[in-house]
């Protein structure tokens, strides 16, 4: 399999984006970085470049946009890269009771932890066939594991984001391509600003990026189908009972009324970006 030189790396901004960024930096990949915050991005750009001696292209875009995979490929197109590495990290969350939440919101969640992953990889995954290898990594979460009620859009985004992503393996697992789904629990990153509450981790115990990000790492070149980084996340998403389903519903909907209480007034978006934005 031809090694992957060049990452796209959705979400690179900040958090675990940037992480993935820095660590495939350092293992001498060129990168092109995709999120909303312009500077941000120039910033991260500049300085692994300049730590790493590598290529960072950036590129501005809203991946809420209907267009924006096809946008991310034009620009590729322009710019003469081709991609053998695609990280689908961008993505937030929202919580508290359903009603509360507003539905523009759910549904740009939906645009970009959901929509924009799929299109993305129409975008790139035939030009890595074409060249006879690559590799997809598509960020879920343990919140994938189980109906989380209380993050019920986010939950759901996250299982179809694993789902997809088994299958997706099981298709191209002969024809050169991994993929991978990575499922972390709770870790330090601004998604807890964002989605208005630290009551919404899962689980009570956060990790830091790097650790998580190098375990990804070494799962993809293990070519491994999906990774839970850290003990306490892979005994909560494989011991958790799957039957009966609305039992399981019930249990969650019980352990997660902090959240519930925690947003009594609505979801959040408490990020305070720098630099420019796209609308
Ligand atoms: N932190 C955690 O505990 C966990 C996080 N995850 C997942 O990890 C991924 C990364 O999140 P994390 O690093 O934690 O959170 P951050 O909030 O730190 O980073 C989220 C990234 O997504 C980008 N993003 C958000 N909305 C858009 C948009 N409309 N268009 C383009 N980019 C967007 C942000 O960039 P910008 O605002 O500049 O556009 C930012 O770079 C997400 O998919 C999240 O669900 C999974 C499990 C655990
Ligand atoms: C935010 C997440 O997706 C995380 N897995 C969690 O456990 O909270």
Same mark, same amino acid.
């Given at each position: 399999?031809?090694?992957?030189?060049?990452?796209?790396?959705?979400?690179?901004?900040?958090?675990?984006?940037?992480?993935?960024?820095?660590?495939?930096?350092?293992?001498?990949?060129?990168?092109?970085?995709?999120?909303?915050?312009?500077?941000?991005?120039? +910033?991260?750009?500049?300085?692994?470049?300049?730590?790493?001696?590598?290529?960072?292209?950036?590129?501005?875009?809203?991946?809420?946009?209907?267009?924006?995979?096809?946008?991310?490929?034009?620009?590729?197109?322009?710019?003469?890269?081709?991609?053998?590495?695609?990280?689908?990290?961008?993505?937030?969350?929202?919580?508290?009771?359903?009603?509360?939440?507003?539905?523009?919101? +759910?549904?740009?969640?939906?645009?970009?932890?959901?929509?924009?992953?799929?299109?993305?990889?129409?975008?790139?995954?035939?030009?890595?066939?074409?060249?006879?290898?690559?590799?997809?990594?598509?960020?879920?979460?343990?919140?994938?594991?189980?109906?989380?009620?209380?993050?019920?859009?986010?939950?759901?985004?996250?299982?179809?984001?694993?789902?997809?992503?088994?299958?997706?393996?099981?298709?191209?697992?002969?024809?050169?391509?991994?993929?991978?789904?990575?499922?972390?629990?709770?870790?330090?990153?601004?998604?807890?600003?964002?989605?208005?509450?630290?009551?919404?981790?899962?689980?009570?115990?956060?990790?830091?990026?790097?650790?998580?990000?190098?375990?990804?790492?070494?799962?993809?070149?293990? +070519?491994?189908?999906?990774?839970?980084?850290?003990?306490?996340?892979?005994?909560?998403?494989?011991?958790?009972?799957?039957?009966?389903?609305?039992?399981?519903?019930?249990?969650?909907?019980?352990?997660?009324?902090?959240?519930?209480?925690?947003?009594?007034?609505?979801?959040?978006?408490?990020?305070?970006?720098?630099?420019?934005?796209?609308?």
């Amino acid at each position: 399999m031809r090694t992957a030189t060049t990452a796209l790396i959705t979400g690179a901004s900040s958090g675990l984006g940037a992480e993935f960024a820095a660590q495939l930096a350092a293992r001498g990949h060129d990168l092109v970085l995709v999120a909303r915050s312009a500077d941000r991005l120039h +910033d991260l750009a500049k300085r692994l470049g300049d730590a790493h001696g590598v290529t960072a292209h950036v590129l501005v875009q809203d991946l809420s946009a209907p267009d924006a995979a096809r946008r991310v490929g034009a620009e590729l197109a322009d710019r003469g890269l081709t991609v053998d590495l695609l990280v689908n990290n961008a993505g937030f969350g929202t919580c508290g009771p359903f009603e509360t939440i507003d539905g523009q919101r +759910d549904h740009d969640q939906l645009m970009v932890n959901v929509v924009a992953l799929v299109d993305l990889t129409h975008e790139l995954l035939p030009g890595m066939l074409a060249r006879g290898g690559g590799a997809v990594v598509n960020v879920s979460s343990t919140a994938s594991f189980q109906p989380t009620p209380y993050l019920a859009v986010y939950g759901a985004s996250k299982t179809f984001v694993l789902n997809f992503s088994l299958a997706l393996r099981q298709e191209y697992r002969r024809r050169g391509i991994r993929v991978l789904a990575f499922c972390p629990g709770p870790v330090e990153t601004e998604f807890f600003n964002v989605i208005g509450t630290r009551k919404a981790a899962v689980t009570g115990s956060f990790a830091t990026p790097g650790p998580v990000v190098r375990a990804a790492l070494r799962a993809l070149d293990a +070519d491994r189908a999906y990774v839970v980084p850290g003990l306490a996340n892979q005994l909560s998403a494989h011991l958790t009972p799957r039957r009966p389903r609305t039992m399981v519903a019930a249990i969650a909907e019980r352990l997660s009324r902090g959240v519930r209480d925690a947003m009594a007034g609505g979801g959040a978006d408490t990020r305070k970006p720098s630099g420019e934005r796209v609308a």
